[in-house]
């Protein structure tokens, strides 16, 4: 097997996700999850609730403390310093202020609450507070959604920076490279050659000659060219030649940028120009994952706002159906007041769906305004109807040429070589040759027919 060969079939097997890449994404998601779960939400449920309703009254703000690990408390005087866990809270705290985030349980009789493993207690009965009632939140039921939204997220920010035989998001855009360069090549018929110096980074362009690019270039500009030199001619026009802006002494990049661009984009489309430079920011990002944003956009752009769009417009109404039905059954009395864990998870939810409808629309590319478009059919037009104007007048001359003043000097030729034929002894032994064969062999035909079987 040639170089060649193994560097094609590794480029197809590229391609593909395989199980090390599933393997390892998800078991990212499980571990930033998991760490979302169990450190992240919990440090920033506290920090919330504590700078939200902590006592506003400067004697129980003086007297608010944390009591044992993840519970703060007002505090009596009997309270000198840290407890332990096991140990009972009720003869060291009053029962106003009390915020636990443990998982430990605990009893009316030896803490002055209640409260399941699997619970928060938060009580804030003061001006500013949220009443008698203590809010019980339930982690597993109000936060695993925002958890795994957090790994999922997490998961999919570390597999951009990881090589693309095990990186399940370095693996996608390395694959949206190799489609949108095929799509390019497709949608304006360039070889493989000038597609890659089209989406070449500009940082490997500046190292080539002109001498190098020129030929590619010059089958860019041909292509795209609206006019011949008959065409401009007639439009009183001069026509610029590929050879007249470009030299040996020129800035490629900039040449590239600031004519091949615009030429594409004028000739093609505004997206196939999006999409040449996408995807020479995706090469970006292949050389340098510092580059972040330019393999993101590739991949969002590119395939997955044009594959799922409709998938996570779904998924928000979707989200939003739940959180309604959610809310209504809190209207009717269903879902107590203290126990909101329910209500969170339906908003974590339609938060989340929110979220990554509001991130797929900033990567949706744009329709193309409908003056832009009504221009280019204008202009399209204008061009076709000075075409067949061009031929109408052509098709006039024609027929002057043939029926006006010009048939008289057409008959004479016709005559002269009619003379010049029947001047020549051989051109007229030929023909009489040629009719007395004919005629004999028709004769004998008819003599002798053939035997009928």
Same mark, same amino acid.
């Given at each position: 097997?040639?170089?060649?060969?193994?560097?094609?079939?590794?480029?197809?097997?590229?391609?593909?996700?395989?199980?090390?890449?599933?393997?390892?994404?998800?078991? /990212?998601?499980?571990?930033?999850?998991?760490?979302?779960?169990?450190?992240?939400?919990? =440090?920033?449920?506290?920090?919330?609730?504590?700078?939200?309703?902590?006592?506003?009254?400067?004697?129980?703000?003086?007297?608010?403390?944390?009591?044992?690990?993840?519970?703060?408390?007002?505090?009596?005087?009997?309270?000198?310093?840290m407890v332990a866990d096991d140990a009972g809270?009720?003869? !060291? @705290?009053?029962?106003? !202020?009390?915020?636990?985030?443990?998982?430990?349980?605990?009893?009316?009789?030896?803490?002055? &609450?209640?409260?399941?493993?699997? #619970?928060?207690?938060?009580?804030?009965?003061? #001006?500013?507070?949220?009443?008698?009632?203590?809010? %019980?939140?339930?982690?597993? %039921?109000?936060? =695993?959604?925002?958890?795994?939204?957090?790994?999922?997220?997490?998961?999919?920010?570390?597999?951009?920076?990881?090589?693309?035989?095990?990186?399940?998001?370095? $693996?996608?855009?390395?694959?949206? @490279?190799?489609h949108t360069k095929s799509k390019i090549r /497709?949608?304006?018929?360039?070889?493989?050659?000038?597609?890659?110096?089209?989406?070449?980074?500009?940082?490997?362009?500046?190292?080539? #000659?002109?001498?190098?690019?020129?030929?590619?270039?010059?089958?860019?500009?041909?292509?795209?060219?609206?006019?011949?030199?008959?065409?401009?001619?007639?439009?009183?026009?001069?026509?610029?030649?590929?050879?007249?802006?470009?030299?040996?002494? +020129?800035?490629?990049?900039?040449?590239?940028?600031?004519?091949?661009?615009?030429? +594409?984009?004028?000739?093609?489309?505004?997206?196939?120009?999006?999409?040449?430079?996408?995807?020479?920011?995706?090469?970006?990002?292949?050389? *340098?994952?510092?580059?972040?944003?330019?393999?993101?956009?590739? !991949?969002?752009?590119?395939?997955?706002?044009?594959?799922?769009?409709? *998938?996570?417009?779904?998924?928000? &109404?979707?989200?939003?159906? +739940?959180?309604?039905?959610?809310?209504?059954?809190?209207?009717?009395?269903?879902?107590?007041?203290?126990?909101?864990?329910?209500?969170?998870?339906? @908003?974590?939810?339609?938060?989340?769906?929110? =979220?990554?409808?509001?991130?797929?629309?900033?990567?949706?590319?744009? #329709?193309?305004?409908?003056?832009?478009?009504?221009?280019?059919?204008?202009?399209?037009?204008?061009? $076709?109807?000075?075409?067949?104007?061009?031929?109408?007048?052509?098709?006039?001359?024609?027929?002057?040429?043939?029926?006006?003043?010009?048939?008289?000097? %057409?008959?004479?030729?016709?005559? /002269?070589?009619?003379?010049?034929?029947?001047?020549?002894?051989?051109n007229i032994k030929k023909v009489v040759s040629?009719?007395?064969?004919?005629?004999? +062999?028709?004769?004998?035909?008819?003599?002798?027919?053939?035997?009928?079987?």
């Amino acid at each position: 097997m040639t170089e060649d060969s193994r560097k094609a079939n590794s480029s197809k097997a590229n391609l593909k996700s395989s199980a090390q890449h599933y393997v390892l994404f998800f078991a /990212l998601v499980a571990i930033f999850s998991f760490v979302s779960f169990k450190y992240v939400i919990p =440090a920033g449920v506290r920090g919330g609730v504590l700078a939200l309703f902590e006592p506003h009254d400067e004697r129980q703000r003086d007297a608010f403390h944390e009591v044992t690990d993840h519970v703060y408390a007002v505090v009596n005087e009997r309270f000198t310093g840290m407890v332990a866990d096991d140990a009972g809270l009720k003869q !060291y @705290i009053k029962t106003d !202020y009390i915020f636990d985030f443990s998982s430990m349980d605990r009893t009316e009789r030896k803490d002055g &609450y209640t409260k399941s493993t699997g #619970e928060w207690v938060v009580k804030a009965n003061g #001006e500013g507070g949220l009443g008698e009632s203590a809010i %019980i939140l339930e982690p597993v %039921i109000g936060f =695993a959604v925002l958890s795994f939204a957090f790994g999922f997220t997490m998961a999919i920010f570390l597999t951009f920076f990881l090589p693309g035989s095990i990186g399940f998001m370095a $693996q996608k855009v390395d694959r949206e @490279i190799h489609h949108t360069k095929s799509k390019i090549r /497709l949608q304006t018929g360039f070889s493989d050659e000038v597609v890659d110096l089209l989406v070449m980074p500009d940082g490997d362009l500046k190292l080539l #000659e002109a001498h190098q690019v020129r030929s590619a270039f010059k089958v860019v500009w041909e292509r795209t060219s609206t006019e011949n030199e008959d065409t401009a001619k007639a439009h009183g026009k001069r026509l610029v030649r590929f050879d007249d802006v470009f030299n040996n002494e +020129i800035d490629i990049i900039e040449y590239r940028t600031e004519v091949l661009y615009l030429r +594409i984009k004028e000739f093609f489309s505004d997206f196939v120009l999006k999409e040449i430079v996408d995807t020479t920011q995706g090469i970006g990002w292949s050389r *340098n994952r510092a580059k972040f944003f330019g393999g993101l956009r590739l !991949y969002m752009s590119h395939h997955f706002t044009e594959k799922y769009s409709n *998938n996570v417009t779904g998924l928000a &109404y979707g989200g939003a159906a +739940i959180l309604i039905v959610i809310i209504g059954i809190r209207g009717l009395k269903f879902i107590p007041a203290t126990k909101p864990s329910l209500i969170l998870a339906s @908003i974590s939810l339609e938060g989340t769906m929110l =979220a990554l409808l509001a991130f797929a629309l900033m990567y949706t590319e744009e #329709e193309e305004r409908m003056d832009k478009l009504m221009k280019k059919m204008e202009d399209a037009n204008k061009n $076709q109807l000075e075409t067949m104007k061009d031929v109408s007048e052509d098709m006039h001359k024609m027929a002057d040429a043939l029926v006006g003043e010009t048939s008289e000097i %057409i008959k004479k030729k016709v005559e /002269l070589a009619i003379a010049d034929a029947l001047a020549s002894d051989e051109n007229i032994k030929k023909v009489v040759s040629d009719k007395v064969a004919e005629k004999i +062999i028709i004769a004998m035909r008819q003599a002798f027919p053939p035997a009928r079987q």
